[in-house]
């Protein structure tokens, strides 16, 4: 299904070049801070950044440049850009403080940054630390070492480095949840490979959709949500800066949107703010990072009427590579293999086990896990599967459904226990708006349920609410599984991505 990639390609000049080529020149690229920008802009100012890459900072094919900024044009162009010239893209989450970038700075050996001005101060400061400073240039800034002066000196028109298909183009972070952050290394035409999948076959994208979503360009997720699969089939997307969910409902009225890209939380936020937009020009809404629950599942539906695309991808993985298209979705699974991957589950011993059995989470297709210099690639890749540190079970139709990562599988006197199941029961419980459920050390069954429970806002926790909370899990799964220990919080920790934290809580749980 998949088209054969030649030899040499350089996916900036497949994704912008070919489609102003094919007369997609004044269709609209980018809206968002910068107004509106066709592909046709979009292409001169990234063939300006280009030639500043080579020209003024004198990189060299595969030097490693660092990117940051809020999600937006400018941002956008300097990745393309990046690629266009032959280079590898580094992107960095926004949040990222000095120590983070420093860490990145080294284990990438990035040889220069392209920095928006708003997050100035902090990448300053990681510069400072870094064994071997790079060069540095500020965009959407009024100060010195701008790169938009320096784009100004230039032409809008720059004849692509020749790369080969096998180069790599994006070093990819992981979002850190657990450890040392991780680089992962993808090339060019696994960049082409995931915008010819989940978009092509799953979300079936046309060349009039708009797609709008939070996540952010530096994250994999966005990258390719917001950014590449909209530019595969010459459609618009609007980059965000600032984000809320009304922010997001008036945008998705004000530009006529079509696809939304975000993930479970947002839905959740968005859901109920919903009555007050015309969200009528919506087609599909996409959620990927964590696992959708049947109740935000249902809270979404009834708020925008369309059944909701849920899909597993990874960093390791670049994109999304199970998920079902919108007329094929079985309530609770994830989906199927996205066409061109493979899928199965595994047993602690590495061998696959059939239907109704979970374990672990194997997948194979035209991306994968590449580390950077990491000794942990030989924990994701085993005999030639990617194995994504998730409990997966399969049904007799090939439907994957998600348990929990591997980690946050409980084990309490012998039964396995999945957190997120238990989640989901305390979810359908009116009274709870978000919870965690960890293990707990204990004496007797070696590890107990806990859960952490963010109540609705007027409702006060109490012993008697911890009762009754137990109680409805009790009644409504099976009992072994119920939250031995409860505790009331404000709020959950999440990573910038919108992932919960679960690692924290099980800390905290474990007393440390
Ligand atoms: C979890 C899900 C259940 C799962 C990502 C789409 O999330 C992305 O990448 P990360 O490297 O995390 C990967 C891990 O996140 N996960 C993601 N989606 C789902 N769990 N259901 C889901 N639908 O544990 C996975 O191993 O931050 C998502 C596209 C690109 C991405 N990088």
Not at 110 to 130: D, F, R
Not at 194 to 213: E, H, M, Y
Not at 314 to 342: C, N, V, W
């Amino acid at each position: 299904t998949l088209p054969a990639y030649p030899a040499r390609i350089n996916c900036a000049v497949e994704l912008l070049d070919t489609m102003v080529a094919a007369g997609r020149g004044d269709a609209p690229a980018i809206h968002g801070a910068h107004g509106s920008w066709s592909y046709a802009m979009l292409q001169a100012q990234v063939s300006r950044i280009a030639h500043v890459l080579r020209e003024d900072l004198g990189l060299r094919t595969g030097n490693r440049v660092l990117v940051r900024g809020a999600n937006n044009a400018m941002m956008a162009a300097s990745i393309l850009a990046i690629w266009k010239a032959g280079l590898i893209a580094v992107p960095t989450m926004p949040l990222l403080r000095a120590k983070e970038l420093h860490t990145i700075l080294d284990l990438a050996e990035v040889n220069a940054v392209l920095c928006a001005g708003a997050l100035k101060q902090e990448m300053v400061l990681g510069i400072a630390q870094a064994a071997r400073p790079p060069a540095v240039l500020y965009f959407d800034d009024d100060g010195p070492a701008s790169l938009e002066a320096l784009m100004a000196t230039r032409p809008g028109n720059y004849t692509a480095v020749d790369t080969a298909a096998e180069d790599v183009c994006i070093i990819g972070f992981t979002s850190g949840t657990t450890g040392r952050p991780k680089g992962t290394m993808h090339f060019h035409r696994d960049v082409m490979a995931i915008c010819d999948c989940f978009p092509r076959s799953t979300l079936k994208v046309q060349a009039d959709d708009v797609f709008i979503g939070t996540p952010p360009l530096a994250f994999t997720f966005g990258l390719g949500g917001l950014l590449l699969f909209p530019m595969r089939f010459g459609a618009a997307t609007v980059l965000m800066e600032k984000l809320s969910p009304d922010l997001l409902l008036k945008a998705i009225t004000d530009y006529r949107v079509t696809i939304c890209v975000t993930a479970p939380t947002f839905y959740r936020q968005m859901a109920p703010l919903a009555v007050n937009h015309d969200l009528g020009s919506l087609r599909k809404s996409v959620s990927a990072g964590e696992a959708l629950s049947l109740e935000t599942r249902q809270r979404s539906q009834e708020a925008t009427g369309l059944a909701m695309i849920d899909g597993i991808g990874a960093t390791e993985m670049l994109h999304i590579f199970i998920s079902a298209a919108d007329d094929q979705i079985r309530p609770g699974a994830t989906g199927k293999p996205i066409p061109g991957y493979t899928a199965c589950v595994l047993d602690a011993a590495g061998r696959q086990v059939g239907p109704g059995v979970p374990g672990r989470l194997a997948v194979k297709g035209p991306t994968g896990c590449r580390y950077l210099a990491d000794p942990r690639q030989r924990e994701y890749v085993v005999n030639g599967w990617n194995v994504t540190g998730d409990t997966y079970e399969m049904d007799h139709d090939g439907y994957f459904w998600y348990r929990a990562r591997t980690d946050d599988m409980i084990i309490s006197a012998g039964y396995n226990i999945a957190g997120p199941e238990v989640e989901e029961g305390l979810m359908q419980h009116p009274d709870v708006a978000e919870c965690a459920v960890v293990a707990c050390p204990d004496e007797e069954r070696g590890q107990v349920v806990m859960a952490y429970v963010v109540l609705k806002q007027g409702i006060a926790p109490s012993a008697e609410m911890a009762k009754t909370l137990q109680d409805f899990i009790k009644q409504n799964i099976a009992p072994y599984k119920y939250p031995r220990k409860i505790e009331f919080r404000t709020r959950l920790p999440r990573t910038e991505t919108g992932k919960l934290q679960r690692f924290k809580l099980r800390l905290e749980a474990q007393g440390q």
